[in-house]
């Protein structure tokens, strides 16, 4: 009993190998009788007249990465080529029913396509380049498996056609005639950039408008702000250069906008130097004529709305008094106040002390009145105390003289300080403006300047699967 099993259980086995053996042999038997006479280097047409059909079809599963200094484009793809080779035909029947035959790529004809940035061939007299179809409607875009695709950090894809163009003015027989282009219409994600490039320079930007706030006369500070912010756009500048490519064709909005950073602040540098110049001058170095006095000092305060202290009227000279030979305080003095300056103090003391006794004594008598004999004393005295009295006299003229020029110097002085108090204003409202104007206006560019609805402007198609 035991033993008609095992024997039926060993006849199964052999029947099972055999039937297996026989299925390999069938794959076998058509791979030998299909590549008798096939040469995979000979095109597949039956005449030589025929053109054969290849259909693409482009998966892209990954966009690795967009250098933009080499202009290179890092992708993953998958290209499905379709046509027919008549050599490879055979009859199911003949081969008990065998549908399927896998054989290795190197074994047969492939249509000679290269694909660097865009998909060519020889011969449209020998190969036709058409584009894939699927359920009757041809696929003009790439396609994008939504399970293997991996998005990308820094772009983002937003149109991907796929077109078949001829060009009619390359012959036929050449290689450029017609070709299968994929485009891939990318743009950049502007979140990387706005926090790490954009917003510090803009920050630091902001910094040299605030010089401004400093005094007229602190020129040195506003410099060495001014330099230190000119400074650190350069870094930016160099770190941006590195990166975008070096073509005169196009030049990249952040580049424009850095180098429109650095005109401003240069400018600025100058601004804060010309102020300086102008606080600093003094009746001495320089005459302010009338029409500066009367823009600077009375129209741009009142449009400016600054809080300008009114000058005195008779602190207003039309004339500044220049300095006069022999004298070092800017004033004209007689030739005996000359010589007496330049006496010593001791003797100076000494003249004074004299000249004081001589008038007490006449002005003492003076308040007694006159006593009987004496009148021709007093007047001995009052002849001898006039050259002190004269002497005092032009003294207090001269004190005087000197107090009416500091006041007039002083007021020259404030007056261009004044002037460069409002022209600093000037330059402050003109580089906010330039700068608030010319940041919008570049912001705005790049809002413009993106991609278009459609991938291409003057075909209303957009190369898209439809929602159905």
Same mark, same amino acid.
């Given at each position: 009993?035991?033993?008609?099993?095992?024997?039926?259980?060993?006849?199964?086995?052999?029947?099972?190998?055999?039937?297996?053996?026989?299925?390999?042999?069938?794959?076998?038997?058509?791979?030998?009788?299909?590549?008798?006479?096939?040469?995979?280097?000979?095109?597949?047409?039956?005449?030589?007249?025929?053109?054969?059909?290849?259909?693409?079809?482009?998966?892209? *599963? $990954?966009? +690795? =990465? %967009?250098?933009?200094?080499? @202009?290179?484009?890092? !992708?993953?793809? #998958? &290209?499905?080529?379709?046509?027919?080779?008549?050599?490879?035909?055979?009859?199911?029947?003949?081969?008990?029913?065998?549908?399927?035959?896998?054989?290795?790529?190197?074994?047969?004809?492939?249509?000679?396509?290269?694909?660097?940035?865009?998909?060519?061939?020889?011969? *449209? $007299?020998? +190969? =036709? %380049?058409?584009?894939?179809? @699927?359920?009757?409607? !041809?696929?003009? #875009? &790439?396609?994008?498996?939504?399970?293997?695709?991996?998005?990308?950090?820094?772009?983002?894809?937003?149109?991907?056609?796929?077109?078949?163009?001829?060009?009619?003015?390359?012959?036929?027989?050449?290689?450029?005639?017609?070709?299968?282009?994929?485009?891939?219409?990318?743009?950049?994600?502007?979140?990387?950039?706005?926090?790490?490039?954009?917003?510090?320079?803009?920050?630091?930007?902001?910094?040299?408008?605030?010089?401004?706030?400093?005094?007229?006369?602190?020129?040195?500070?506003?410099?060495?702000?001014?330099?230190?912010?000119?400074?650190?756009?350069?870094?930016?500048?160099?770190?941006?250069?590195?990166?975008?490519?070096?073509?005169?064709?196009?030049?990249?909005?952040?580049?424009?906008?850095?180098?429109?950073?650095?005109?401003?602040?240069?400018?600025?540098?100058?601004?804060?130097?010309?102020?300086?110049?102008?606080?600093?001058?003094?009746?001495?170095?320089?005459?302010?004529?009338?029409?500066?006095?009367?823009?600077?000092?009375?129209?741009?305060?009142?449009?400016?709305?600054?809080?300008?202290?009114?000058?005195?009227?008779?602190?207003?000279?039309?004339?500044?008094?220049?300095?006069?030979?022999?004298?070092?305080?800017?004033?004209?003095?007689?030739?005996?106040?000359?010589?007496?300056?330049?006496?010593?103090?001791?003797?100076?003391?000494?003249?004074?002390?004299?000249?004081?006794?001589?008038?007490?004594?006449?002005?003492?008598?003076?308040?007694?009145?006159?006593?009987?004999?004496?009148?021709?004393?007093?007047?001995?005295?009052?002849?001898?105390?006039?050259?002190?009295?004269?002497?005092?006299?032009?003294?207090?003229?001269?004190?005087?003289?000197?107090?009416?020029?500091?006041?007039?110097?002083?007021?020259?002085?404030?007056?261009?300080?004044?002037?460069?108090?409002?022209?600093?204003?000037?330059?402050?409202?003109?580089?906010?403006?330039?700068?608030?104007?010319?940041?919008?206006?570049?912001?705005?560019?790049?809002?413009?300047?993106?991609?278009?609805?459609?991938?291409?402007?003057?075909?209303?198609?957009?190369?898209?699967?439809?929602?159905?």
């Amino acid at each position: 009993m035991h033993g008609g099993q095992g024997l039926l259980f060993l006849l199964l086995l052999l029947l099972a190998v055999c039937l297996g053996a026989q299925g390999r042999n069938q794959e076998e038997r058509l791979l030998a009788d299909l590549m008798r006479s096939y040469n995979p280097h000979l095109r597949p047409a039956e005449r030589d007249t025929d053109v054969v059909n290849v259909s693409l079809k482009l998966t892209l *599963t $990954n966009l +690795i =990465s %967009l250098n933009e200094r080499e @202009e290179a484009l890092t !992708t993953n793809v #998958w &290209i499905e080529m379709q046509w027919c080779d008549y050599r490879l035909r055979w009859d199911p029947q003949d081969y008990e029913g065998l549908w399927v035959l896998r054989v290795p790529s190197t074994m047969v004809w492939r249509p000679d396509v290269v694909l660097e940035n865009k998909s060519q061939t020889y011969s *449209t $007299n020998e +190969i =036709s %380049l058409q584009l894939s179809q @699927e359920d009757g409607q !041809t696929i003009e #875009w &790439i396609f994008i498996d939504p399970e293997a695709f991996t998005e990308n950090g820094e772009w983002a894809i937003r149109h991907r056609p796929a077109k078949t163009l001829l060009d009619a003015a390359a012959p036929a027989e050449e290689a450029g005639h017609q070709k299968v282009v994929f485009y891939l219409l990318i743009q950049r994600k502007p979140l990387f950039y706005v926090i790490n490039v954009i917003a510090p320079c803009v920050l630091i930007s902001s910094v040299a408008i605030l010089i401004y706030f400093l005094p007229a006369k602190a020129g040195g500070q506003k410099c060495t702000v001014a330099i230190n912010v000119l400074l650190a756009q350069t870094v930016f500048l160099f770190l941006v250069a590195k990166k975008v490519p070096e073509t005169s064709q196009a030049v990249p909005l952040i580049s424009k906008y850095l180098t429109f950073l650095l005109v401003v602040t240069i400018l600025i540098v100058v601004n804060a130097v010309v102020v300086l110049n102008v606080s600093l001058r003094s009746p001495h170095t320089h005459s302010m004529a009338r029409g500066v006095r009367k823009v600077f000092l009375r129209l741009l305060p009142q449009l400016l709305r600054m809080h300008v202290r009114p000058l005195a009227p008779g602190a207003v000279p039309d004339a500044w008094p220049r300095l006069q030979n022999g004298s070092s305080l800017g004033w004209s003095v007689s030739g005996g106040e000359e010589a007496a300056l330049c006496l010593p103090r001791s003797e100076l003391l000494f003249l004074q002390q004299q000249r004081n006794g001589l008038v007490r004594a006449a002005l003492e008598r003076l308040e007694r009145g006159p006593e009987p004999g004496q009148s021709q004393d007093l007047c001995g005295s009052l002849k001898q105390a006039a050259p002190a009295i004269r002497a005092c006299v032009e003294a207090c003229n001269f004190v005087a003289r000197a107090r009416r020029q500091q006041r007039h110097f002083d007021s020259g002085n404030e007056e261009w300080f004044l002037v460069g108090r409002v022209l600093d204003r000037v330059c402050f409202l003109a580089m906010l403006s330039l700068f608030v104007c010319g940041t919008a206006g570049i912001f705005l560019m790049a809002h413009y300047h993106r991609v278009p609805a459609l991938p291409f402007p003057e075909d209303p198609r957009p190369y898209l699967p439809s929602p159905d």
